[in-house]
């Protein structure tokens, strides 16, 4: 069965055989530029040019995003102007891969995943970023294109930084560069932790690793995610997926309703994941410490 992930109009990329990322973007940037949802109270205020007003330095260490809220009042004031809000939706294509690098996205809520693309048709993801990081960092040492693709996991919202903006800030501030440096580290231990994950380990393990880590990175229990979106990051077939939700909801780990997930036992799920989970987690806590608790 078919299925449009929606991104505006401008063009379609079929990335498999049974579903296709949609996105758009314009000379002047990412289309699903927004002013912040007065509900969620997560996105900074925005000025009549559509940019966030800087914070004062007391609000900066508050800020929904934990890069940005690491970073010296002085650095922050640098970039904070510059901010604009942007709408992650569920299942959007952010960027592929080879295309040049643009946009730095900055989650506020919400997750996105970097996912690599196969001869096959195929995709499978390597890491997935959200509150506690930030999705384009490398940019800063002169990366020009993206190397994977970024699709939408879970739906929030972010903060959006041209890319030339950063590159700025990094050459100015030192403090600001070794930042971006171990939230790349971080990133490139959470990848390789992956393809080791993804060749070894079981469905079982491995989607319930995949749970507590998004979990962790939404920072709630309870998830908006079909049974086909989580095949395709996983690498399996839909069948798999079925199988082992209907294993973990037998066992009271988790309710699952079409569409929904909502974490029972969390315990219960660390019993069951593979060691990835804690390593990937480990290394995020020694590297840049702030990541989501």
Partial sequence: MSKDIRYGHARTLAIGATSAYSYATTGSGPTRLQAPVAESGRAPACNAEGTMDAPSPQSVSQHPNHVLASLAPNDFALLGPHLRPFELVQEDLLFDAGEPVNWIYFPHSGVISLVVGLSERQVIEVAMVGRDSLVGGSAAMDGKVWQNRGVVQVAGMASILDVERLRDV????IGFRAILIRHEQALFAQVQQSAACNALHS??????????RACDLAGTDKLE?????????????????????????????????????????????????????????????????????
């Fill in 170 to 173: 990094a050459d100015k501030s």
């Fill in 203 to 212: 469905v079982e393990s491995r989607l319930t690793r995949w749970l507590l």
């Fill in 225 to 293: 995610l079909t049974q086909e979106f989580l095949a395709q990051m996983l690498g399996v077939r839909r069948t798999s997926v079925s199988l082992v939700a209907s294993t973990l909801q037998n066992a009271g780990f988790i309710r699952y309703r079409r569409g929904h997930v909502e974490i029972l036992n969390m315990g219960g799920l660390r019993e069951t994941a593979c060691e990835c989970y804690e390593t990937v987690k480990a290394h995020s806590d020694r590297l840049i410490g702030n990541g989501p608790k």
